[in-house]
């Protein structure tokens, strides 16, 4: 009787405890903050990146390189293994396969060629083949950071073949003279402050870190703690803004009854509210890993003219200018720093050739759209920045150009006046255009769109047709201006 019991206690004990385990399981604290269980080991690989920093800068700073290239590698698969487990594979198969094709084919054409059209291919299948309706963080996420540092490494590489004095300033600083490595290939794409949602950077400068080079203070160990304690303070603001707010201004709000029943400015207001809030989550990451990146010295970007040290070779965001500009271009110049200036390096400034900014222009968006994924609210994101930058720039000109509009605009007492209604404008059509990259699908956005009757098209395409001719009329001909003056 006694031994039965005792086994029931025991039993129950042992369910109570697996109950306990349970509880405190990741899922369950995720479930608890509102998360998933994904999008909290993404944000725990990320602020691991911290005490992996003052690993790197206590034992390793200035010890062998084949030791950093392997610290960072099995740091970064670890990382990419505890997020996504055994499909680790997929980003360790494209990292050696562009090693043997940066050995066998050598500093050529079509080892570029070769190197764009496999890592996109396989980027753009792994798009396909996990797709569902809506944002999921898998193993993709991470590679298409890593496609893009693939295909930048192939073209430094190439242009290190090159006679140097045919390559622009800017080439001459990322091409790759010497020949990389498996290890340093591995390490360069694992490194852990950068794997799992960036920044970009380039082989060389990541080479540089490697070295010991990338300090205030040759010799020593960079002053960077402080700088990096700023950055990781500011994320963690926009962390704690994102959580507190994430369950009362949703997407899935946009596709509700309530949205659609309520009246057209309200549906335009709540939309110009999301539209700033969605961005947090991103601003938040690239705040975090750039304090990572800062605190190993990959951050270090020289001295400004008064020998200060700077810490923005990693920066993905201007916070200031982001919370501050009123205009489109100021966001694109503040949002996804490091990215844009990739896509500007290697794929807008490569279509020299065509001698047409504009539709190089077109082409890079392009290119953006199919890099973030197969659905159409990425097209259709993509389309309307491109028409909205066009547009802003058509307006500043005739604004400038103009010396009714020029005169209006500098009235100081209207000042804020015209701020608040760009900042209106602004972030209402960044709503706009986040709506379809966010919903994904063509049914999801097309109902919101729908909703407010196209608006972001119907403003901007009618401003397309209609500055031309206002242009025309408010601008005086150089003759007149001659006799102005």
């Given amino acids: 009787m006694a031994s039965a019991a005792e086994g029931d206690m025991e039993a129950e004990l042992t369910r109570g405890l697996r109950w306990d385990f349970q509880d405190l399981s990741l899922n369950k604290l995720a479930t608890s903050l509102g998360a998933s269980e994904q999008a909290l080991r993404l944000i725990i690989s990320i602020f691991l990146g911290y005490p992996l920093a003052l690993f790197y800068r206590r034992y390793l700073f200035y010890k062998d390189s084949y030791l950093i290239h392997l610290f960072h590698t099995f740091t970064g698969l670890s990382i990419a293994y505890y997020n996504f487990g055994t499909q680790l594979y997929h980003s360790l198969f494209c990292i050696v396969l562009q090693f043997l094709i940066l050995r066998l084919m050598g500093r050529t054409v079509t080892a570029v060629l070769t190197t764009f059209c496999v890592q996109m291919a396989y980027l753009l299948a792994g798009y396909y083949s996990t797709a569902t309706g809506t944002y999921d963080i898998k193993w993709t996420m991470p590679h298409c950071v890593l496609t893009l540092k693939l295909i930048g490494l192939a ?21 790759i003279r010497g020949v990389p490595s498996l290890l340093e290939v591995a390490g360069f794409s694992y490194f852990y402050g950068a794997f799992l949602v960036g920044p970009q950077f380039s082989m060389n400068h990541y080479m540089k870190l490697v070295r010991g080079e990338l300090t205030d203070v040759p010799g020593k160990i960079p002053n960077s703690t402080i700088p990096a304690l700023r950055r990781l303070a500011l994320g963690l603001v926009y962390l704690v803004g994102y959580t507190l707010l994430s369950p009362h201004i949703t997407e899935d709000y946009l596709l509700s009854d309530d949205y659609q029943n309520g009246s057209f400015w309200f549906r335009c207001m709540y939309m110009l509210l999301w539209g700033k809030f969605v961005l947090y989550k991103y601003v938040t990451c690239w705040l975090v890993t750039e304090g990572v990146c800062i605190l190993t010295g990959l951050g270090f970007n020289g001295f400004d003219e008064y020998g200060t040290a700077k810490w923005d070779a990693c920066a993905n965001m201007k916070v200031w200018l982001f919370e501050t500009n009123p205009r489109f271009t100021g966001t694109i110049a503040s949002f996804n720093i490091n990215t844009n200036a990739w896509v500007a390096r290697y794929f807008f400034k490569r279509l020299k050739f065509l001698g047409n900014k504009v539709l190089s222009q077109g082409l890079s968006l392009l290119f953006l759209a199919l890099w973030h994924g197969l659905h159409s609210g990425y097209l259709v994101c993509f389309q309307m920045e491109f028409l909205i ?3 802003e720039r058509q307006a500043a000109s005739l604004i400038r150009d103009s010396p009714v509009l020029s005169r209006l605009a500098s009235i100081t007492v209207l000042q804020p006046l015209y701020y608040l209604v760009q900042q209106t404008i602004h972030w209402l059509f960044m709503g706009y255009s986040m709506t379809a990259f966010c919903l994904f699908t063509w049914d999801k956005w097309m109902k919101v769109y729908k909703s407010i009757y196209f608006l ?3 403003f901007f395409l009618s401003l397309l047709l209609i500055l031309p001719y206002v242009r025309k009329v408010m601008v005086p001909r150089k003759e007149k201006l001659k006799k102005m003056e």
């Fill in 155 to 175: 073209m430094d590489y190439y242009d290190g073949g090159k006679d140097q004095k045919s390559l622009s300033s800017e080439q001459q600083i990322y091409a």
């Fill in 389 to 391: 930058v066009i547009v």
């Fill in 456 to 458: 972001g098209h119907v």
